[in-house]
């Protein structure tokens, strides 16, 4: 009995002792010990937010993020080691040595960045062998890579990340949205632990939303391939490819070449890291006739057997105007002048417009205009108003000189043609999203509009199919087996943008859709500067031929089984 209350005596003894500890600690003097932990430090930690992908139509990531880590230091534990620290992180992790010397002896911290989005086995290794120094102070936390797992797969749309920033293409014109918003936590340090009393706060991060483009990432990586074999056969400079859904507008593939990986964008040439596609404006060349016949058709003007004597040459103003071909005088209807691409019969032909009358046309189908599909930098090309253009101006634009485009915006006016005569604006987002400028774009907020009638559209395709044709035509060579093609061939000098003059190079190019009279997809071939002899139906013939193919097979889109155009091309 009596060893039971010696027992509970010293219980309550012990009992008191920490009561008493617990009312000094909260209730006497908590502002003493709250100064005292924090006299230790206060650590501030960035949370990093996760950065939305960038998906492809069908879901398929062009662009998401993966593990990774931050390398942290702290100070007042790096400070006596900090010569050694700071080389041996410049070596392992590519970090500037002077900058991180200074972080790693800063005075007043307990927290600094090392190097932010490290891939984890990297930073990983990198502490190990700090520990195995036997050095303190350098630790790793979360922080997610930027990683494009096609590699250069619709990298000049995707664009590119650096250390802390967007620095091009979706990435940066899609910033905010992809982004998300950091959290924070913000607590004291004392000797490595968390000090219990001290400052404990945290604000979790939002992580960025996803985006999804209307690019098809096997249909994207096809015409990439294609594009590329092209320009390493012809030794060219550069060339684009565009994939449109005729119905929608929605890009399917824009492709630029030469690429390059996003995952080692400094790898590459400066030049290669943007939108040729969209930022590089340049001559159509004879793609541009199909507008103004269809818009000639249109007015009713002409018709595509409308009668046109086409002389050797044609003098005009204070130039003469020649063919590609040599000739004598010989007649051609208009779908002639298309299928032999006639300089002289298109002049003649637009000789029945004004130039604001073609002018005006031509703005319709979107020349002169940005596309705004949310690529920054984009051009509008050129195109003279009406009321400025002289006829001699006018002659050459109504054959594709004297004015510029840029791919995409070409692309979709000759889908004009495809679609029945009506504009649909090109798309590269799907549903609707916010550009960092404010503007609103994709599918939700493409707009649609007639430009040419029903009738002048199909008489314009049926010109088109006799470029192709084997007997006529100047491009028999885009043919796809199976189907009917309507296209039309491109050749044009090319503008040095210093003098201001042409440079002796060219571009060639070829435009067409398929099937030619129930169309689905509309493709753009060009290529620049190409040092092998050949044009728009020779060199970018063959190029469009695969990619069309190969788009009509992935979707599975039937021939319709009827006949191609037979419409007189002489008389």
């Not at 949370?47 to 492809?56: F, V």
């Not at 046309?361 to 002169?368: D, M, S």
């Amino acid at each position: 009995m009596l060893r039971l209350r010696l027992g509970f005596v010293v219980i309550a003894m012990v009992l008191s002792v920490f009561g008493a500890r617990l009312v000094q600690l909260q209730g006497i003097d908590p502002k003493a010990y709250a100064k005292m932990a924090a006299a230790e430090g206060v650590v501030e930690v960035v949370l990093p937010a996760e950065r939305g992908d960038i998906l492809d139509r069908n879901g398929v990531p062009l662009a998401d993020s993966v593990a990774g880590k931050m390398v942290v230091a702290d100070p007042k534990m790096t400070h006596d080691d900090a010569n050694d620290l700071a080389r041996l992180l410049a070596t392992e992790l590519g970090v500037d040595y002077f900058s991180t010397l200074e972080k790693l002896r800063e005075d007043d911290s307990r927290f600094e960045y090392v190097a932010r989005r490290v891939p984890s086995t990297q930073a990983t290794d990198v502490v190990a062998q700090v520990d195995a120094l036997g050095f303190k102070g350098i630790t790793t936390r979360e922080d997610p890579v930027r990683d494009y797992p096609a590699d250069e797969v619709a990298a000049n749309v995707l664009g590119f990340m650096g250390t802390d920033e967007a620095l091009g293409g979706f990435e940066r014109t899609f910033d905010a949205h992809l982004a998300g918003t950091d959290g924070h936590a913000r607590y004291t340090e004392g000797r490595g632990y968390r000090v219990p009393l001290g400052e404990n706060s945290t604000i979790g991060a939002v992580d960025g939303s996803p985006l999804r483009t209307t690019i098809d990432r096997d249909l994207q990586w096809f015409s990439e391939k294609v594009l590329q074999e092209t320009l390493d056969s012809y030794r060219a400079g550069s060339g684009a490819v565009v994939v449109l859904d005729t119905r929608t507008g929605e890009t399917l593939a824009l492709a630029d070449g030469p690429t390059f990986d996003p995952n080692h964008p400094l790898d590459f040439p400066k030049d290669d890291l943007g939108s040729r596609a969209l930022n590089e404006p340049y001559e159509p060349g004879s793609v541009q006739k199909v507008l103004t016949v269809a818009s000639l058709i249109d007015a009713g003007k002409v018709t595509a057997r409308t009668k046109i004597k086409v002389p050797p040459s044609l003098d005009r103003q204070d130039r003469s105007i020649g063919d590609w071909f040599p000739h004598g005088d010989i007649k051609l209807t208009l779908a002639g002048v298309i299928a032999k691409s006639s300089n002289i019969g298109t002049v003649l032909a637009a000789d029945a417009f004004t130039p604001p009358q073609l002018t005006d046309y031509l703005e319709q189908f979107g020349l002169g205009a940005r596309t705004d599909v949310g690529v920054r930098g984009e051009t509008r090309g050129i195109l003279t108003s009406g009321g400025a253009m002289t006829s001699q101006t006018k002659d050459r634009v109504a054959f594709g000189q004297s004015l510029s485009v840029n791919t995409l915006q070409m692309a979709a006016a000759v889908n004009t043609i495809a679609n029945g005569g009506v504009r649909i604006d090109p798309s590269l987002v799907r549903g609707r999203a916010v550009t960092d400028d404010g503007t609103e774009v994709g599918t939700d907020t493409a707009t649609e509009r007639r430009v040419v009638s029903e009738k002048a559209a199909h008489q314009t395709m049926l010109m088109m199919e006799r470029v192709v044709d084997d007997e006529v035509g100047v491009a028999p060579a885009a043919q796809v087996p199976g189907y009917r093609v309507a296209g039309k061939t491109g050749t044009a000098q090319r503008v040095d943008p210093e003098c201001g003059c042409y440079d002796g190079s060219n571009s060639v190019s070829f435009a067409g859709f398929a099937p030619a009279d129930d169309p689905r997809f509309t493709v753009y071939v060009v290529v620049h500067d190409p040092k092998v002899d050949g044009g728009g139906g020779s060199i970018g013939g063959p190029a469009f031929s695969r990619i069309m193919g190969y788009a009509l097979g992935r979707y599975r889109v039937p021939p319709t089984g009827t006949r191609p155009s037979r419409l007189p091309v002489e008389w």
